[in-house]
């Protein structure tokens, strides 16, 4: 069967094996509760929410791995979307090469979605796959910058920075998850591009020629990332549960 008549199936990989130091000490910050429920959990469900989604291969803290399988087991998910759980390793991309290895062998198009994104909406997800059924190698869902950005010299913290430019705002757009692509593609890219703390999968792609496409993100697919953030993602997942029965 030619790769054009072979049908689709989508898996989404979740690294999920980082420490996440900036929320503090404990435990790792895809564990930590967002509504009384891990954040690992509502990515994991963030993803099965879209049909298109049949699988997803998360990438755990290999000291975790056991008790990440618990956990999910322990949260109900969709019937029609597969849970794996995997390893990961020392660095991201070592780790996304990890959920990568896992997936089963009829998969042809791949999400690599952020587990500290965990209120990202289905129709953002779905906007991503679809771009990739289309025929797009690489698609990343992005929002414009509402803050004017300016390009400086690094300097010691806390010290003043000279700036050396200022970009086009209206050229710019801030990235987010689920980055979808070509999993033929993205595979390529991790065997023949090492970028030391890479974070970024179409970076990645990127480097090897291809070209990445953008469609819209969503305000609510933001990182928690900082204690401030966490706040913002508990009052989005109370209004959503006030309003949708989430």
Do not use: C, N
Request: net charge negative.
């Amino acid at each position: 069967m030619s790769d054009e008549s072979r049908p689709h199936r989508t898996a989404a990989v979740i690294p999920a094996a980082g420490r996440g130091v900036r929320l503090g000490p404990g435990a790792p910050k895809a564990l930590r509760a967002l509504g009384g429920t891990p954040m690992l959990v509502h990515a994991v469900r963030a993803m099965a929410r879209s049909r298109a989604v049949s699988v997803v291969v998360v990438v755990a803290p290999p000291a975790e791995a056991t008790e990440v399988r618990h956990l999910l087991d322990e949260h109900p998910l969709s019937d029609r979307t597969e849970i794996l759980v995997v390893p990961g390793g020392d660095t991201r991309q070592e780790s996304v090469r990890a959920g990568l290895d896992a997936l089963p062998a009829d998969v042809t198009s791949v999400l690599i979605h952020d587990a500290a994104r965990p209120l990202v909406p289905v129709d953002t997800v779905d906007a991503v796959v679809e771009a990739v059924r289309d025929g797009a190698p690489a698609v990343v869902p992005a929002l414009p910058l509402a803050d004017t950005v300016k390009e400086v010299e690094p300097g010691r913290p806390g010290e003043p920075e000279p700036v050396l430019g200022t970009p086009e705002r209206s050229r710019l757009r801030a990235v987010q998850t689920p980055q979808g692509f070509d999993l033929k593609t993205l595979r390529h890219a991790h065997e023949t591009i090492a970028v030391a703390g890479a974070t970024d999968d179409a970076g990645l792609v990127e480097r090897t020629g291809v070209t990445v496409v953008v469609v819209p993100g969503h305000e609510e697919a933001f990182k928690v990332t900082r204690p401030l953030d966490l706040v913002l993602a508990e009052a989005v997942l109370a209004r959503r549960r006030a309003t949708d029965a989430y």
